[in-house]
């Protein structure tokens, strides 16, 4: 007796004194907001998307360690797996030609890293989940070279204590098992910050967990996985089953899981740290030798390490992140929800619509979240994920004299209520006229053709089905098509179904 006994690369000591750190984490914030050392509003926003690599041939490619090195850029990052980048934009100033901005800096970054991952015969492709995946892609030796991610899918994976399941039911039903973390590095998104005082906090973060559904709706982008066609958004069942750390009875017991929408609207961003600390035991105890008390205390401002690294493993789609940037704390709200792609125009689309949304409905003399359950609020989520661009979702009834809430189709939802709003968002960030309407343009245009990436990828994979292709030639054919339009750069609701573009006749 008396010896260290060892979790992982952990002394079970390590999470006693983690445990502590973060309760001090907790009080520091705390106590940061009763003195009001938040910074002032600057209406910041920040863009990072997930990458894939692919071939020409349309399978991936595992080589984000040689590629990133011929990038040579701080802008670009490993992700989880070998087949996966990210890249980050520097935070703007929401207003002007913002988004046109955006675009033209996203273009030249994606367009110098296709040519850089091309001297090793791979290509850059934005999409929610790369349809030609397959399971032995997705297992522990494709794990990036990154000590953090090998440590990350070990704790986890201690913690679970079994494989993973992954079992989706959706146009097809998957069932199958993984020994690691690995398959959620299929999931590559789009994450947008907003930087907001603690005051306005709650209200945005509310009003982006209203937001998620017609998020999802318009901007579906992810209905293949290891060659079965499930939800038209499959990276949320996904994501939740793949960093499970749940077995069956903890499930059955009502234990939250570290991927979660969350239960309950919130009244300040404290509310969140505190549950994170609540409910999530830590899969990474690792600490710092700040005191953040101590730092405070001496009138400077702490980093809080233990809980940014905490709050980094529990997988909101809505996250609240502290940061500190010349030397003043700040918050933000990550939105998570949307997938990579299908084009940039088609991201810069949706990034304008959920910065005009949430502008908006945090600003509602009524909020949205006073007329709609939260549990609701889940739901339309969840048909949002299954049904993409024809859910049906249910929504506070409009009007003076209007009360309750009622189903209504996703793009009509769309269309007649929640663009307007985005309108009056933009134009309330000093947007410019021609960058709100023609992005919002792109979000009306998917509504009225009821088109969007994940509607695409399915109808042009059953045509080539029905050209007689084998579906997994299918699959790679259908995602060659995909890259060559997303290079091309027209939104998606403009390109032709099938796998080649119709010949134009006078």
């Not at 090195?69 to 030609?97: C, K, W, Y």
């Not at 910065?355 to 009524?366: D, I, Q």
């Not at 007689?468 to 032709?496: C, D």
Request: charged fraction near 25%; include cysteine; aromatic fraction near 8%.
């Amino acid at each position: 007796m008396g010896e260290k006994v060892v979790a992982g690369r952990f002394d079970l000591s390590d999470r006693q004194r983690y445990r502590e750190k973060l309760r001090s984490c907790l009080a520091g914030l705390e106590r940061l907001l009763v003195e009001k050392r938040f910074d002032r509003p600057k209406n910041l926003m920040g863009v990072e998307i997930e990458l894939n690599l692919a071939g020409t041939d349309g399978m991936p490619r595992m080589l984000n360690g040689q590629v990133l090195e011929r990038i040579a850029s701080r802008d670009f990052q490993t992700e989880l797996a070998m087949f996966n980048l990210e890249v980050n934009i520097a935070p703007h100033r929401l207003g002007g030609r913002v988004f046109d901005r955006l675009a033209e800096e996203l273009r030249t970054s994606l367009a110098y890293a296709d040519r850089k991952a091309g001297e090793v015969d791979a290509g850059i492709v934005m999409t929610g989940i790369l349809a030609t995946l397959e399971r032995d892609d997705l297992v522990s030796a494709n794990l990036s070279e990154v000590d953090r991610y090998t440590l990350l899918n070990d704790q986890i994976v201690a913690a679970r204590g079994e494989d993973f399941l992954i079992d989706i039911e959706g146009v097809e039903h998957l069932v199958c098992t993984s020994k690691s973390i690995v398959p959620e590095a299929a999931c590559t998104s789009v994450q947008l910050h907003l930087q907001v005082t603690p005051a306005r906090f709650a209200d945005v973060w509310n009003a982006a967990q209203a937001a998620v559904a017609p998020q999802i709706a318009v901007g579906a982008n992810s209905p293949f996985l290891f060659g079965h066609e499930l939800w038209r958004e499959s990276r949320p069942p996904l994501f939740l089953q793949a960093t499970d750390t749940r077995p069956p009875e903890l499930q059955a017991q009502g234990v939250r899981p570290r991927t979660w929408f969350g239960e309950r609207w919130i009244t300040s961003a404290y509310e969140l740290f505190e549950e994170n600390l609540r409910f999530f035991p830590a899969v990474l105890p690792i600490c710092d030798e700040e005191d953040p008390l101590a730092v405070l205390d001496a009138g400077g401002v702490p980093k809080l390490a233990e809980l940014v690294l905490h709050n980094g493993t529990v997988y909101r789609w809505n996250r609240p992140v502290y940061g500190i940037a010349d030397g003043v704390p700040h918050l933000r709200v990550e939105n998570r929800v949307l997938p990579a792609g299908p084009t940039v125009t088609d991201v810069i689309a949706n990034a304008a619509f959920y910065y005009g949304l949430v502008r908006a409905l945090a600003e509602e003399s009524r909020p949205v979240w006073t007329r709609l359950p939260f549990a609701v609020a889940e739901a339309n989520f969840d048909a949002a994920c299954r049904h993409g661009i024809d859910a049906r979702l249910v929504w506070p009834r409009r009007g003076r004299y209007g009360g309750g809430t009622a189903e209504v189709d996703a793009v009509t939802l769309v269309r007649d209520e929640l663009l307007p709003l985005a309108e009056a968002g933009l134009d309330a960030w000093g947007v410019e006229a021609a960058d709100r309407d023609h992005y919002l343009g792109v979000i009306d245009e998917r509504c009225r053709r009821r088109a969007n990436g994940a509607s695409w990828q399915a109808a042009t994979f059953h045509r080539a089905l029905e050209q007689g292709l084998s579906r997994q030639a299918a699959l790679a054919a259908m995602t060659r098509r995909y890259a060559e339009l997303m290079n091309a750069g027209e939104p998606v609701h403009t390109w032709p179904v099938g796998l080649v573009a119709p010949v134009l006749t006078g």
